[in-house]
Each structure stands twice: as structure tokens, then as C-alpha cells.
């Protein structure tokens, strides 16, 4: 992780970018890892593209037109730069990760697994990054085969040369737990894919807006990521690809834009990444993720992830004295900034429900990983996820009120 960026953050000057904490009370938003607030600058570029030049791109030949062209370009090159891709054409806008894994699923899938192939995956997965390998794995006749974690939710290590083999044409795995917010060691499995010549696709949902990724570093095939986990706005996401990948690869969706020319049986495609950018794609949205990553590139994404690990070591210091708290995952240091518990004899949705009362937002749910609530045999957990406008004060006020939650509730049920 580089930390050459790194100076402590402003976060009173941060808040200030986001109107949402305007409110006195302000909103304790410890939600992040679902969808992210949006700041100021990220509103005003969206706000400027409808306002100033709003026009369909790649089509008009008129100054509107031309300028949306540009700014949606101009935005493909921010994200590329973001992640040090080495080309910018390596850079698809998709509607979010959900998309992105999906599109490597069915275009590189149909032509790269067939029967008695293998897919590697982890038990951390989101659903987004199982369900689609799951369909493929029915349509092909491929087998999906599970990395473990340990009971401290890390990755089980000893067990990877168990999963890997001949067999494994694609690993398929999470940068970060969107649940335990375990940082798993990608690099490494990376490498071990690769000596068995698998495919790699990384999910970086929670892993690009929180630190920097460097897929030249990493030397992943493919990683996907979402706009608004990242101060962006929905209905934006990005995949990334290795060049000689995705000119292999088949169209996903069919439509305008993704062609070189149409006949009345068979059409010819456009270059990458026009070919996986069927029918009018969300040029606002773009935009407004181009200003998302100027914005949290100025504010540093190392500066991001030491605010965050603060964040969270001092929740678990905090969470650990309150008393039946189960505490899901690794060590501070191992993680992102995402913190899962259940409170004894409380529901994960009553103490969501609690907290609303006191404007602290967090998640409760099975978080989309099913599998793995199982592998901890819960139905659901608690979970505060943080970001760079979160304070020390949102941390004491969730852990006071989960207090007085746990007192509440124990009197109750006496
Ligand atoms: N992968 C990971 C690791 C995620 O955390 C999420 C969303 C996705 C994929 C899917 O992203 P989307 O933008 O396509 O929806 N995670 C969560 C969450 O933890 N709570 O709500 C959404």
C-alpha cells in the first residue's frame, strides 16, 4: 500500500463538502460499504453536464455534444489514472460491480469454461461475485470450488494449493470482506493463480475507494469496482481488463455504440471499450464519478486508509467493553474500515432499529453473503462501515447508544 500521499485528514473540512451533515444532530452515516455520501463538487460537475451540455455523446457533431464526449472521456482517463491501468481504452463504464462481474461471466465465460473446468472462489464473496459464477458454472458444467477462512476470518492459506490446480481456469475473489472487512492478500493469490495459468478477476467493490490499488502492480485480469461506494454517484461502474483479454472477448450486451458496421445478418464490432458500451451508457454518471475520483485523490487515498484504520481500532477497543458483543473477523490492522457484531439476545435489525433513534445509520442483514453468515453460524449480523467523513464522534455515539441499546433490551427481556 502506498503511503506517499499521506497527511491527516481535514474531516471537519471534508463534512463540510456534504450537505447531508448539515443537520444538528448531524447523521452518524456508518453505512458506507452499502453506498457512500456524495460531496458538493461531485453534484455541481452532474449538475453542470445537465445544466450546461447535456447531449447524447459519440454521436452529434455539434459543440454540446462534442463537450459531453469529452467530459465522459475525460472521466475514463481519471479512473485509469486512479488504478494505473495501463491503457485508458481498458477502462468499461458498466451500471456497478454487479454489472462488471456479469459481463466477464457471460463474455469471457462462454468462451473460456467448458466442462470439467474449475472456478475458485472464496467464502467472503458478495453474491455479486458467486451468483454469476454459479450460472456460468450450469451453463458450462464447470465446478466452483471454495477457498475457507479461519474462524478470524482471514483467508485459509493452508488450503490454497487444495483449490488450485490444472483444473482452476479463474479465480474470482474479493479484495476486501464487504462484511468482516478482511484485506485479503490478493498479491499473493495472484500469483499462485497465475503459476497454475488461471484467470484472475479481483472484486475491488470496497477496495479502490479506500486505498490504492495499482492493477499493474498487482497484474490482476480483470477488477471491477462501483461509483457510489466511492463519493460517485449510482448507476456507474467500472471494469478493468488486460488488454489481450478484452479484444478476445465476445460482446455482452448487443445495441448502438458497440458497432463497427451492420448488415442485415451480421454485424462487426467497435474497438474496446465501445464494444462492451451498448446503447447509451450513464454520461452524467461518469462525470460525476471523474469528479468522485479528483475528489478523493485530493484528499489522498492513503490519508483515506489511516483515518479508517483509526476509526476502526478504536471501535474495537470501544465495542469490546460493551458486554454479549460478538465481534465478526480479523484485527484492526487486517481490515478496511468495517466492523460486524451481534449483541446477545438482540436481533441485528432491532439494534439498526435502535440506532435509527439517535441518527446513527448502520446495516443489518446478511450484507449479501449468505455463505458465509453461515460459515459463522448467524442469520444476519450488525455492521458500521466507515469513510472519510466519519469521526471519533460518530464511533463514541454508536458505541453509547449500542449501550444503552444492550440495557434497554436486558431489562426488557428480564
Ligand atoms: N462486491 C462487494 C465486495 C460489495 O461489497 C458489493 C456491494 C458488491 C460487490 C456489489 O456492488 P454493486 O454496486 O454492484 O451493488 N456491497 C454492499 C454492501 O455491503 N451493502 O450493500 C451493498
Redesign the pocket.
Known amino acids: 500500500m502506498q503511503t506517499s500521499d499521506y497527511r491527516p485528514l481535514d474531516v471537519k473540512s471534508i463534512r463540510q463538502d456534504f450537505p447531508i451533515f448539515a443537520e444538528d444532530p448531524p447523521l452518524a452515516f456508518l ?1 458506507s ?3 457512500t455520501q456524495t460531496p458538493r463538487p461531485v453534484v455541481e460537475a452532474m449538475d453542470a453536464y445537465y445544466d450546461t451540455y447535456r447531449s447524447n455523446i459519440h454521436r452529434g457533431i455539434y459543440r454540446i455534444s462534442e463537450e459531453a464526449t469529452e467530459q465522459y472521456e475525460i472521466a475514463r482517463q481519471k479512473v485509469a489514472k486512479l488504478i494505473n491501468s495501463p491503457r485508458t481504452s481498458q477502462i468499461v463504464f458498466t ?7 456479469n459481463l466477464v461471466a457471460y463474455s469471457w465465460g462462454s468462451v473460456n469454461i467448458k466442462q470439467g473446468d474449475e472456478i475458485v472462489l472464496t467464502v467472503l ?5 458467486l451468483v454469476p459464477w454459479q450460472l456460468l458454472a450450469q451453463r458450462t458444467g464447470a465446478t466452483l470450488k471454495f477457498l475457507e477462512i479461519t474462524d478470524k476470518g482471514l483467508l485459509d492459506f493452508t488450503q490454497l494449493q487444495n483449490v488450485l490446480s490444472e483444473k482452476t481456469k479463474l479465480v474470482a475473489i ?6 468482516l472487512g478482511t484485506i485479503n492478500p490478493i498479491q499473493s493469490i495472484i500469483d499462485a493463480a497465475h503459476a497454475v495459468n488461471a484467470t484472475v478477476l479481483v ?4 477496495s479502490v475507494p479506500h486505498f490504492h490499488v495499482d492493477v499493474r502492480q498487482l497484474d490482476c485480469d480483470f477488477l ?6 466511492m463519493c460517485g454517484p ?1 448507476g456507474v ?1 467500472v471494469l478493468y481488463g488486460k488488454m489481450e483479454l478484452l479484444e478476445e472477448m465476445p460482446p455482452f450486451l448487443g445495441g448502438g455504440s458497440m458497432i463497427r458496421s451492420v448488415e442485415r445478418d451480421i454485424s462487426t464490432y467497435a474497438d474496446v471499450p465501445a464494444k462492451f458500451e451498448a446503447g447509451t451508457p450513464s454520461i452524467a454518471e461518469a462525470i460525476g464519478l471523474g469528479r468522485a475520483v479528483d475528489y478523493i485523490t485530493q484528499a489522498g487515498l492513503a490519508s483515506i486508509h489511516v483515518h479508517e484504520q483509526e476509526l476502526v481500532k478504536y471501535a474495537h477497543q470501544r465495542l469490546e467493553e460493551i458486554e454479549g458483543i460478538t465481534i465478526y473477523g480479523p484485527e484492526p490492522h487486517q481490515k478496511a474500515g ?1 466492523i460486524s457484531f451481534n449483541l446477545e439476545g438482540i436481533h441485528p435489525h432491532d439494534v439498526a432499529g435502535i440506532l435509527d433513534t439517535y441518527n446513527i445509520a448502520i ?1 443489518a ?1 446478511h ?3 449468505q455463505p458465509l453468515m453461515k460459515k459463522f453460524d448467524v442469520i444476519a449480523t450488525a ?1 458500521a ?1 466507515f469513510y472519510l467523513y466519519n469521526t471519533i464522534d460518530d464511533v463514541e455515539r454508536l458505541c453509547d447508544a449500542l449501550q444503552k441499546a444492550q440495557t434497554l433490551m436486558t431489562r426488557r427481556n428480564k
Open positions: 453505512d460499504a452499502a453506498s451500471r456497478n460491480t454487479t454489472e462488471s462481474i464473496e458478495h453474491h455479486s461475485n474479493t479484495h476486501v470482506s464487504n462484511v472484486d475491488a467493490a470496497q471491477a469496482f462501483s461509483g457510489h461506494k449510482t461502474g468495517v446495516r442483514g450484507h449479501c453473503a455492521r462501515s
